[in-house]
């Protein structure tokens, strides 16, 4: 007897296959949100274990000086009857994580009620809404513990609370906020900003309303693989950049759409090329880069202004804001940047590097800056 043989399933129509496309998407979307949810849980808790021993050692100076003791017992006890994760360290940073955090006060019911009700649930913990010491509503916690033990080795409170605010804004994994946090964001952000721009970053993160909060210097390019002792060309950059596009965006920082490469545009039958085309979609404009290897000229600045010049006629429409134009260089002069740019020229000049700067260095230059600026 033969075997029957079922027909083939009939192709898919765009309309079957975009709903199974936002099919997906829920089914992804509520997959992130359960374990985000579980996430915050692991915060919370840690956060309340912390609590717990601080308020143990705090009666008395007997039970503080049996401090190291009694977080080892605690992580022999907990990690005999729950397993992994209630290690010493992690205890450590529980302790540590409640001491950095415990000026934010809730204006809920606290976690440690609800843990010992059983009502903690995570998506009871995704809608906690806490009251700030500035009297400001906002979400107590929204990393991961994974961020939080990273952010705890940040020693400044502004500069740890700028980082904590940018990895909760960008999405950033624990990989990248590190990166970021290796690159010197913070001090490169500062050192471009005023004494109410430096405090903003620490309240707010990076607001982007004006060109300038765009621009930090230097750029750090060190995921290109490129050595600073070997010889490369300016393609030889564009093109390590479009290989490693992912991670110049991040590094460009909020709001940032690639559009092209050797962007060709004519005029008067003479061809010309922008290297590397942006649009930010906060700013609502063009920002056009031109990438220079040799040492800045006063022709490469008047060659970005002619081609930001034609955007702003022939490109962008009305209700765009103005293009800018970036000439990213190895060296540049400041005093030849000063001397052939209009004060309000929306052409800026910035160094990049291969490498990642010192910390300590760019920390150093910060305090000079702000010492200097506003004393």
């Known amino acids: 007897m033969m075997k029957k043989v079922s027909p083939p399933a009939p192709a898919a129509s765009e309309a079957e296959l975009t709903l199974y496309s936002s099919i997906r998407s829920l089914v992804l979307s509520a997959r992130n949100t359960v374990a985000r949810g579980v996430d915050l849980v692991q915060v919370r808790t840690n956060f309340e274990i912390g609590r717990h021993i601080v308020e143990y050692e705090q009666q008395g100076e007997a039970r503080a000086a049996y401090g190291k003791e009694l977080l080892a017992l605690l992580a022999e006890r907990l990690t005999a009857e729950f397993g992994k994760g209630f290690g010493r360290s992690n205890i450590a ?7 950095a955090y415990q000026a934010r006060r809730p204006i809920v019911q606290t976690a440690s009620g609800q843990l010992q009700s059983g009502a903690l649930q995570p998506e009871i913990v995704a809608r906690q809404i806490f ?13 991961s513990w994974s961020h939080y033990v990273f952010l705890l080795g940040i020693k400044k409170t502004d500069e740890r609370d700028f980082y904590e605010i940018e990895a909760t804004s960008q999405d950033w994994t624990v990989r990248e906020l590190k990166r970021q946090f290796d690159s010197g964001l913070y001090e490169r952000l500062a050192l471009s900003r005023d004494k109410d721009g430096i405090r903003q970053l620490a309240q707010k993160g990076q607001i982007v309303s004006r060109p300038q909060d765009l621009l930090k210097e230097p750029l750090v390019l060190e995921f290109l693989g490129l050595s600073e002792q070997a010889r490369y060309s300016e393609s030889d950059l564009e093109g390590a ?10 590094e460009l920082g909020k709001g940032f759409l690639f559009e092209a490469r050797q962007k060709r545009f004519t005029f008067d039958d003479d061809h010309f090329f922008v290297d590397l085309v942006f649009y930010n979609r906060l700013l ?39 293009t800018i134009g970036i000439v990213l260089c190895k060296k540049k002069n400041e005093a030849l940047v000063e001397i052939t740019l209009p004060k309000d020229a929306n052409i800026h000049a910035r ?25």
């Open 131 to 143: 009251q700030t010491p500035s009297g400001k509503s906002e979400r107590l916690f929204s990393l």
């Open 284 to 322: 609502r404009c063009y920002v056009l880069i031109d990438l220079k290897i040799g040492k800045l000229t006063h022709q490469d600045l008047g060659q970005m202004q002619m081609y930001v010049n034609y955007f702003d006629r022939y490109v962008k429409t009305d209700t765009e804001s103005a």
């Open 93 to 99: 940073y529980a302790r540590s994580f409640y001491l």
């Open 241 to 250: 950049i479009i290989s490693q596009i992912e991670h110049f965006l991040l």
């Open 351 to 375: 160094e990049y590097q291969l490498y990642l700067p010192s910390k300590e260095e760019l920390q150093q230059k910060l305090s000079e800056w702000v010492g200097n600026k506003f004393n």
